[in-house]
């Protein structure tokens, strides 16, 4: 509806700049928004307080001009006031709410859904747990926040593909076969050493106890040993990463091993064709590439005086990979730790032609844990963080996933484990699933009182004529928009926003009827409560489409 008025807005002063009316001049930037206060209408422009700049013509007088002149071919408008300094109210006709609840119905689960994308392949990758301990909280809420991007990205009408890259090639892969070699020989020898950077937890234990059973390592050299600890400790934990990512609901299309990246010599190949183009150069033993050249604060080593790589190297050849595979778009969601390394990546692919926005990355911040009102600092099993296998044992997949996406990436966020088990409208997601559950017992009740939805809908929508009604409509009208506004600024987190304010005011609507039974959805006017049906009937379609986004089920009893 916002873009319709734009057009008209835009068709209105074209006019008026044509018959002289304005002094004709580029279009300035103009705001639409729905008034807080729905007595101000259903939308507000600020466009001709905007316009009167440069002109010396008072704004109200300019908003007057363009309502006196307004192009409205299709009827949208029932009216148009100027207000405040300078301000222009509008008020759809309510006709064209109804089609919008007709077309809710009739689209069902594809309302909402659009070629935005036009096929662009865009290449998400999130998680990318390195595989040496359990996933945790910051893990699970990249998981949940990546899933749904991909979700609605796909909605939209883009080829996406997700991808877990797996860091396998470095320091610290090596450092879990050594954490379980210690471990293991440490139920001989107590006294073992352990490595001063090993990792710690109940889990590495547990590693070792699983390997040992599975092959005689005591009949071993030692050197290979260790080698079946790093590569069986490693395939341990991919396969429970992979298992509790699943229970998350969270599939990959692709796992990608940075060793073979490293092993099929792609790495070294890159870097050659990144020297060719004059980008490397030798100091201080260790070679460099030129990122500051193309953006970054200072260049940067790529391999070590000891002759190593960093994991700068493989991850720029990860990402030139990534283009080659024939992605358009890439979106990487990365920790927080990870700020500073996102100007010098972006600056070494600018160094090899790709171009600047062709990569997006979303910097995931802490997840802080309550219980008791206490913060929860420490597991058992994992030593020193809980892990997400733990918190879905706790509170369950959708309320993880909802309050994961509860604020934007760039927030802190305080999981409250007390409220998301509460079972009331305190508890953000049992507040939107119960507004569906809600909504099909009472289809249920109209169905046993012989009451169905009209066919076609069109029929009976103008008995819909409470503010709280028309409210809701204007509220669902927003969802292809929102939806697409995600795709631009990719915070899905806006969608649980939405849907919770969604929920609220059906459940405000709903209680309404319980104070006054005419404003009850079914009622003994029949032909209201059809019309009624319908408007309840578009909430639940909309509110699990939403859900379905979210990856969090919308259950029909609760």
Not at 63 to 87: C, M, Q, R, T, Y
Request: with cysteine; charged share 25%; hydrophobic share 40%.
């Amino acid at each position: 509806m916002k873009l319709k008025l734009d057009s008209l807005l835009k068709t209105t002063i074209e006019e008026c700049f044509k018959r002289g009316l304005l002094k004709n001049t580029s279009l300035p930037a103009y705001t639409i928004e729905a008034p807080n206060n729905t007595a101000h209408g259903h939308f507000a422009t600020n466009l001709p307080l905007t316009l009167a700049t440069g002109r010396k013509r008072p704004p109200r007088e300019i908003a007057s001009i363009l309502i006196e002149h307004i192009i409205d071919n299709d009827n949208l408008l029932e009216k148009a006031e100027v207000a405040g300094p300078g301000f222009i109210n509008f008020w759809v006709n309510p006709d064209k709410w109804y089609q919008v609840l007709s077309e809710i119905v009739s689209l069902r689960e594809h309302y909402g859904r659009n070629k935005m994308g036009k096929d662009e392949k865009v290449l998400v990758e999130f998680v990318s747990a390195n595989p040496t301990g359990p996933l945790h909280l910051g893990h699970g809420r990249g998981a949940a926040l990546g899933d749904t991007l991909c979700r609605i990205l796909s909605f939209c009408g883009y080829d996406v593909a997700r991808e877990f890259y797996i860091n396998d090639a470095g320091q610290q892969i090596r450092l879990l076969g050594e954490s379980i070699f210690s471990r293991f020989k440490q139920m001989q020898d107590p006294d073992y050493p352990f490595p001063e950077k090993g990792y710690h937890g109940d889990y590495i234990q547990e590693l070792a106890k699983k390997i040992s059973q599975e092959v005689s390592l005591n009949a071993l050299p030692e050197d290979e040993t260790l080698n079946i600890c790093i590569q069986k400790g490693k395939a341990i934990m991919l396969d429970e990463i992979r298992h509790v990512l699943s229970r998350f609901r969270v599939k990959f299309d692709y796992w990608t091993n940075e060793s073979d990246l490293v092993d099929s010599g792609l790495v070294k190949d890159n870097l050659e064709m990144i020297e060719k183009k004059g980008h490397l150069y030798e100091k201080d033993g260790a070679t460099w590439i030129k990122t500051s050249d193309f953006g970054d604060d200072k260049d940067r080593v790529i391999r070590k005086k000891d002759g190593f790589l960093t994991y700068f190297a493989s991850d720029i050849s990860y990402h030139l990979e990534k283009k080659k595979r024939g992605f358009d778009k890439a979106i990487n969601l990365w920790g927080a730790d990870h700020h500073g390394y996102v100007p010098r990546m972006k600056a070494a692919l600018k160094a090899q032609g790709l171009p600047e926005n062709w990569l997006s990355v979303l910097l995931i911040q802490l997840v802080k844990l309550w219980k008791d009102g206490n913060e929860i600092k420490m597991s058992k099993r994992a030593g020193n963080f809980v892990s997400l296998d733990e918190l879905l044992n706790e509170v369950g997949v959708d309320a993880a996933r909802f309050i994961f996406l509860i604020k934007n990436h760039d927030s802190t966020l305080d999981f409250d484990i007390d409220l998301v088990k509460k079972l009331d409208s305190n508890n953000p997601v049992y507040y939107v699933q119960y507004a569906h559950a809600r909504i099909c017992s009472i289809f249920r009740k109209a169905a046993s009182e012989g009451i169905s939805m009209p066919d076609p809908p069109e029929i009976l929508l103008n008995r819909l004529v409470l503010n709280e009604e028309m409210q809701m409509i204007r509220q669902m009208e927003e969802f292809p928009s929102l939806l697409k506004d995600i795709c631009r600024s990719l915070e899905p987190h806006r969608l649980t926003s939405y849907l919770s304010l969604l929920s609220a005011s059906f459940h405000k609507y709903f209680n309404l009827g319980t104070k006054i039974p005419e404003h009850r959805i079914v009622t003994d006017d029949k032909e209201l409560s059809r019309a009624r049906l319908c408007l309840a009937d578009a909430v639940r379609i909309i509110t699990a489409n939403g859900l379905n986004l979210l990856g969090i089920t919308a259950p029909e009893e609760m």
